[in-house]
């Protein structure tokens, strides 16, 4: 596979977009779509559109557009999609619980095994249709199980021993719901989910109709 | 107030990012700053952060650096934080009760006032400090309440009746969990929250390391 470089992170935060854009077109039984077409679904400008897709050796053909199910295999898997990832969630308090029950991530290949506390009035416990499981068997149970994401989701004062056992783990990615700060490192890549940033950026939505701030593309 | 305009989708969603990293250097005492040292503590080019601020008028003095409190009081009035929000959750499950318990709101003056839903068997019970609500009167407690923001934490089938209450309501703002997509319409501004596709751009992480496909900044 070709070696591709410097692709910026506003074209990587794009990538799941189009893949759902895409998604939707090929189940209205498209088969192709010129950039004009995916810039009315995405919101875009055509030429941003083309920019994006060259950075991934999309190369949509003058007069015919793009070949919707060679794109989406191609964006399937330059995010791994198609084999799917293996998943975790540590801490079984009110949010864990929203994401181990969310049907959506599943559709997408996410696959939600198992949900850890330390709280003993929790281990044993149901949610949804999974047992809470004793964090003491973390470690065993991410490398017996072949697990790739742990999804931290644990009040902020936790985060730093859970953290540490990953470290040390096989996991591979820590999706984390946490206020604490943590970044990827070695073969461990983070994403963090910002909340207080996205209501932030609504406020600012809000607020710039008063001011006549105009709103971004 | 000066009109401000043009500026893109990308510098917004990083001024929550320099409010927050502001507040920090504030909270250690800091009163300046370089763009380089902002550049260190935001993990971005110094000038990409100048061209960044000078979008809001943020001119930085050269051989002092950014004044922080002037700075940090510029971008609160530009995320309308100086005067906080009132918000209600519409949704009792487990997302809804996790978003009403976090404190990292309130801390950022969003406010969560009360929960609703249309569930006989939530309405009157306990999250946390507060009774949930019957969606019954969402409308007029709304008004009398005078509530900004209307967070969507509601099953995907019952988006669409939720949304047209709230579009005849005098809320400004919807900060929307669900999979149905809902635009800015009006007054009212929208900001959705992708989980999905947050999850997928850790999966195009974890996946770039295997085909050296490199990292955005």
Chains 1, 2 share one sequence.
């Not at 030429?47 to 399937?76: A, H, P, T, W």
């Not at 809470?132 to 985060?159: G, R, T």
Request: with cysteine; proline share 1%; hydrophobic share 35%.
């Amino acid at each position: 596979m070709k070696k591709r470089t410097e692709v910026s992170e506003a074209v990587i935060r794009r990538l799941p977009k189009y893949y759902k854009c895409i998604e939707k077109l090929i189940n209205e039984d498209k088969e192709k779509a010129s950039s004009k077409e995916l810039s009315k679904e995405m919101g875009m400008t055509s030429s941003q559109i083309r920019q994006d897709l060259n950075n991934f050796g999309c190369f949509g053909v003058q007069g015919y557009g793009y070949n919707l199910g060679l794109l989406f295999k191609e964006i399937e898997n330059i995010l791994g999609l198609d084999k799917g990832y293996r998943c975790i969630i540590i801490g079984a308090g009110n949010l864990g619980s929203a994401l181990l029950n969310s049907k959506e991530f599943k559709k997408h290949k996410f696959d939600f095994l198992a949900i850890f506390d330390n709280n003993k009035e929790k281990i044993g416990k149901s949610v949804g249709t999974f047992k809470v499981k004793d964090i003491k068997n973390l470690k065993e149970y991410i490398n017996a199980e072949k697990v790739d994401i742990a999804v931290l989701a644990v009040p902020d004062n936790a985060v730093m021993k859970n953290y540490l056992e990953l470290l040390n783990s096989n996991i591979t990615g820590i999706w984390n719901f946490t206020q604490t700060k943590i970044e990827s490192k070695g073969n461990i890549k983070v994403e963090t989910v910002h909340l207080v940033e996205n209501i932030m950026t609504l406020a600012y939505k809000m607020n710039a109709v008063n001011k006549n701030i105009v709103e971004g593309e």
